[in-house]
C-alpha cells in the first residue's frame, strides 16, 4: 500500500526475512571490507589505505618521518572512516619487527616490545614506509590496478596494489570474519621465489615439491618448528591445519660442574613477560619441582636464565615438562582463507595462492607496459609535431606572426592534429635552436625502439613471463639468506620424539588422602590420617572412601556406567572445606554415579563386577584414560548398573560375592578371566535381585568388612566356598545391613 503523506512505499515484510537480508549484508561487509586479504596483494583495507595514504604524504624510504598522528588522520578522514584506535595499531604492528617478518613501516619512537609494552601515544611517535612497502606500490601511478571512489566521493583509492612482493605468505594474516576466519603464518621471502620461479617453469608443480622449497613458516622471532613433515604436507596441500613452534633453549655450564638453561628465542606471539609470570606461578604451585629459578636477562636479546635445582636434572626433561606446562610452546593455527580476486572468499592451497599471485603481477605487468604503450604513442606525436615545426620554421613563425587564428591555419598548412598545434604554440623560443632539435630526434629514435618492444612484448607471453621471472629473481637478490632480513631465523625440525617426564618432574611428591563422600564430594588432605571419624562432611553427607596417596599418583574413578575415568591426585581441591563434586572433573552422565575409587598402580590387577552378577578381572595399564569421557570396560546395558570395582593384592587368592538378598559366595580367583574389555562371566546367580558388592581376598587371612568405625574379620567362612556362579549362603551374623564390604 502507498501513503502519500509518508513519501514513500510500504510493503509488509517478515522479520526473519528483514534480518536475514540485513545480517548477509553485515557479513558479507565483514569478510571482504575488514577481515580476510586479498590473495593478490595479501593486504586488508586498512593495511592499503595506511599505505597509500603514506604514498599521498610521500614518507618514501629515502625521506624524512612525520608524526604518526598525521599519517592516522589523513587515513581516517580520507579513506578509512573507522576509530583511530584501531588505524593506530594496525599502523603499529606493521612497525613492530617481533609482530611481522617484513615491515612496511618505519618507525621512529616507541613502538612496543616483545614484552608487550604498549606504544606511544601517536603524537609523540613518527614514521615513514620501508623498502618493502615501495615494492607493494610499485607502479601504482601507472595505471596498474583499478582505482574506486572513496566513502565520502571526493577522492579515490586503489582496489588491490601492484604488490611487487609476496605479501600474503611472506607476512602472513590473520582475521576473523563472520562465520569464518584466517590464519596464515609469515614465511622466508627468498624461499617463497624459489617456488614461485618454480611454479613460472612448470605450472602444474605438485604440493610435495613446492613444500621442499618452502619447508616451513619463518617467524620474525624465530623458534623451532617441531611438526612431521607429513602434517606440514598435507597443511600446505589442503590449506588448513597447525604448526607446533618451540623456544630455542641452549644450556650454559658453570663452575662447580653445574648448568643453566638459556632461552634465546621465542615462540611466535608469546608475550615474554606473560611467560615469566607464568613459570613464576608454576614454581610456586609446586608444579616444576625441577626448576629452581628464572630470571629475566634480556636486553634488545632474548635471554631468559633458567636455574635448575640440582645438577642431576636432565635440561631434555627439564625442558620438556615446560614444553608442556607453558606457552614456551604453542601452536599456530593455519587456515588459508581468503578473499579471490578480493570477491569470493575461500580456503586455497599453497600452489593456488603463488599462482594467484603470479597471475596478479602478470597483469600489472600487462596493465603498466600498456600504460607506457600509451604515454609513447603521446609523446611521439608531439615530437612528430615539433619536427614538422623545425623542417618549416621560417613558415610556422610567418603564420603565428601574421594569421588570426594561428592554430587552425598550422592544422591546415602542415596536417597537424590539436594536440600537436597546441604543443608547437607552446613551445618556447629557446626550444629553437639546433641542439634542441637534435635531441628531440634522439629521443623520437628512442621511443619509437622502446614502443616496438612493448608491442612485441604485449603480444609473446612467454616474454612477459620471462621478465617477471627477471623480477623474482632481483626480488631473491635483495632478501636471500646471506641479507640480515632475509636469512631464516625459524630452524626447521622434525616432531621431537618422545621424552618420558616423570610425573616428579612436574608435581612435588606429597603423601595425601584421597576422601570422597556418599554425595561424590571429593578433597585430597595433606599427610595419610589414619582416623576416618575425625573428617567432616557436608549436611547430610557422609564418608564413603579414604585412600592414602601420593600427589604423583593417579586416580581411577569407576562409574556406574562401567567407564573408568582418569584424574590426577595432584588436580584434586585441597582438604580445606568439603572439597567439589568428584563428577564434575569428567564427564559422567548425570544418571550414573560412582561405583569405585582406586589408586593406579602400574601392573595391578582390579577386579570388576556388574549388577546382573557378571564380572571380570582387569590390569590396570588397560583402565588409563586420556579424555574426560572416560574408557570403557564394562559392558552394562539396559537397567543394569556396575556395582564394584576392588584392586587385587598380589597374595589374594579367592573372590566373594554377596547379593541384594543377602547371599554370599566365595570361590577361587583362578575361575574368573582376565579381560580387557566386556560384559564377563557370571560371579553369582541371583533368584531375586542382583549383586551388591564383590572383593578379592586371601582365604587364609580370612574375610574382612567394616562396622562403622570397627573392621571384622571372619575366619569361618569355608561353608561359603563354592563353584563359580552358585547362589551361595546367608551372609554371617553381624555383616552389614547395606550388603558392603566397605573400604
Known amino acids: ?202 605450472p602444474n608443480a605438485t604440493i610435495d615439491k613446492l613444500v621442499e622449497m618452502v619447508p616451513g613458516p619463518d617467524f620474525p622471532t624465530g623458534g623451532v618448528l617441531c611438526e612431521a613433515r607429513s602434517d606440514v604436507v598435507a597443511a600446505y596441500r589442503t590449506g588448513r591445519g597447525g604448526f607446533r613452534i618451540r623456544a630455542r633453549w641452549e644450556t650454559e655450564r658453570i663452575k662447580g660442574g653445574g648448568f643453566r638453561i638459556v ?125 614538422v615545426a623545425y623542417l618549416n620554421l621560417d613558415e610556422v613563425i610567418r603564420i603565428i606572426r601574421e ?62 613471463w620471462q621478465l617477471i621471472t627477471d623480477e623474482v629473481k632481483e626480488m631473491r637478490v635483495t632478501f636471500g639468506a646471506d641479507t640480515e632480513l632475509g636469512r631464516r631465523r625459524t630452524e626447521i625440525s622434525d616432531a621431537p620424539s618422545a621424552v618420558v617426564i616423570p610425573l616428579e618432574a612436574m608435581v612435588e611428591r606429597e603423601p595425601v588422602t584421597v576422601v570422597c563422600s556418599m554425595k561424590g564430594w571429593v578433597r585430597a588432605i595433606k599427610g595419610h590420617i589414619e582416623n576416618e571419624n575425625d573428617l567432616k562432611f557436608k549436611e547430610g553427607d557422609r564418608h564413603r572412601f579414604a585412600l592414602h596417596a601420593q600427589t604423583t599418583d593417579k586416580l581411577l574413578v569407576f562409574g556406574t556406567n562401567g567407564r573408568f575415568y582418569t584424574i590426577g591426585v595432584d588436580k584434586l581441591p585441597g582438604g580445606r572445606g568439603h572439597g567439589e563434586p568428584l563428577r564434575l572433573m569428567f564427564d559422567l552422565p548425570q544418571e550414573h554415579d560412582i561405583a569405585g575409587l582406586s589408586i593406579y598402580r602400574p601392573k595391578q590387577k582390579i577386579l570388576v563386577a556388574a549388577s546382573d552378577g557378571r564380572g571380570f578381572v582387569v590390569g590396570e595399564d588397560d583402565l588409563i584414560a586420556q579424555t574426560r569421557n572416560g574408557k570403557q570396560v564394562l559392558n552394562v546395558s539396559g537397567g543394569i548398573e556396575a556395582r564394584a570395582s576392588y584392586p587385587i593384592a598380589v597374595s589374594d587368592d579367592h573372590v566373594a560375592v554377596v547379593g541384594e538378598n543377602r547371599k554370599l559366595l566365595i570361590f577361587p580367583l583362578a575361575e574368573l578371566p582376565e579381560m580387557s574389555r566386556g560384559r564377563g562371566n557370571i560371579l553369582q546367580r541371583f533368584k531375586d535381585g542382583g549383586l551388591e558388592d564383590a572383593k578379592t581376598f586371601k582365604l587364609h587371612d580370612g574375610l574382612t568388612w567394616k562396622l562403622g568405625e570397627r573392621t571384622r574379620t571372619e575366619t569361618e567362612i569355608l561353608r561359603y566356598l563354592g563353584k563359580r556362579a552358585g547362589a551361595g549362603l546367608m551372609v554371617p551374623r553381624g555383616f552389614p545391613r547395606d550388603n558392603k564390604f566397605g573400604g
Request: aromatic share 6%; net charge negative.
Open 403 to 464: 594569421e588570426d587564428d594561428a592554430k587552425a591555419k598550422l592544422i591546415k598548412a602542415f596536417k597537424l592534429s590539436e594536440m600537436q598545434a597546441d604543443a608547437i604554440l607552446n613551445m618556447r623560443l629557446r626550444h629553437l635552436r639546433k641542439l634542441e632539435e637534435m635531441e628531440i630526434r634522439d629521443e623520437h629514435v628512442a621511443l619509437t625502439e622502446e614502443r616496438k618492444e612493448i608491442k612485441a612484448l604485449l603480444k609473446n607471453e612467454k616474454a612477459r
Open 1 to 202: 500500500m502507498s501513503d502519500p503523506q509518508i513519501g514513500g512505499d510500504i510493503r509488509p515484510v517478515s522479520l526473519a526475512d528483514a534480518l536475514a537480508e540485513r545480517y548477509m549484508s553485515y557479513a558479507m561487509s565483514t569478510i571482504t571490507a575488514r577481515s580476510l586479504p586479498d590473495v593478490r596483494d595479501g593486504l586488508k583495507p586498512v593495511h592499503r589505505r595506511l599505505l597509500h595514504a603514506m604514498r599521498e604524504l610521500r614518507l618514501n624510504p629515502d625521506s624524512g618521518f612525520k608524526k604518526c598522528a598525521r599519517i592516522v588522520g589523513d587515513v581516517m578522514g580520507k579513506y578509512h572512516p573507522h576509530g583511530d584506535t584501531a588505524i593506530y595499531d594496525a599502523m603499529v604492528r606493521l612497525a613492530q619487527d617481533f609482530a611481522v617478518r617484513y615491515p612496511l613501516v618505519d618507525g621512529q619512537g616507541n613502538f612496543g616490545n616483545i614484552d608487550g609494552d604498549n606504544a606511544a601515544a601517536m603524537r609523540y611517535t613518527e614514521a615513514r614506509m620501508t623498502e618493502v612497502a615501495r615494492r607493494l606500490l610499485e607502479g601504482i601511478d601507472e595505471d596498474a590496478v583499478d582505482f574506486r571512489d572513496t566513502y565520502d566521493g571526493e577522492g579515490s583509492e586503489p582496489v588491490v596494489l601492484p604488490a611487487n612482493f609476496p605479501y600474503l605468505l611472506g607476512n602472513g594474516a590473520a582475521g576473523i570474519a563472520v562465520g569464518m576466519a584466517t590464519s596464515i603464518p609469515p614465511h622466508n621471502v627468498a624461499e617463497l621465489c624459489d617456488a614461485l620461479l618454480y611454479l613460472i617453469k612448470r
Open 263 to 387: 632461552v634465546t628465542e621465542m615462540p611466535y606471539q608469546v608475550q615474554k613477560s606473560k611467560l615469566v609470570e607464568k613459570i613464576a606461578e608454576l614454581m610456586l604451585n609446586r608444579k616444576l619441582t625441577m626448576l629452581e629459578d628464572i630470571r629475566d636477562e634480556s636486553t634488545d636479546e632474548v635471554r631468559l636464565v633458567l636455574e635448575p635445582k640440582s645438577r642431576n636434572v636432565d635440561p631434555n626433561v627439564l625442558m620438556e615438562s615446560l614444553f608442556r606446562q607453558t606457552d614456551l610452546e604453542t601452536r599456530f593455527s593455519f587456515n588459508m582463507n581468503v578473499l579471490d580476486h578480493g570477491k569470493v572468499p575461500r580456503v586455497m592451497n599453497l600452489r593456488e595462492v603463488l599462482q594467484a599471485y603470479l597471475d596478479h603481477r602478470h597483469e600489472v605487468l600487462v596493465r603498466r607496459k600498456t600504460f607506457r604503450l600509451g604515454k609513447i604513442e603521446h609523446r611521439l606525436e608531439i615530437l612528430d609535431g615539433y619536427l
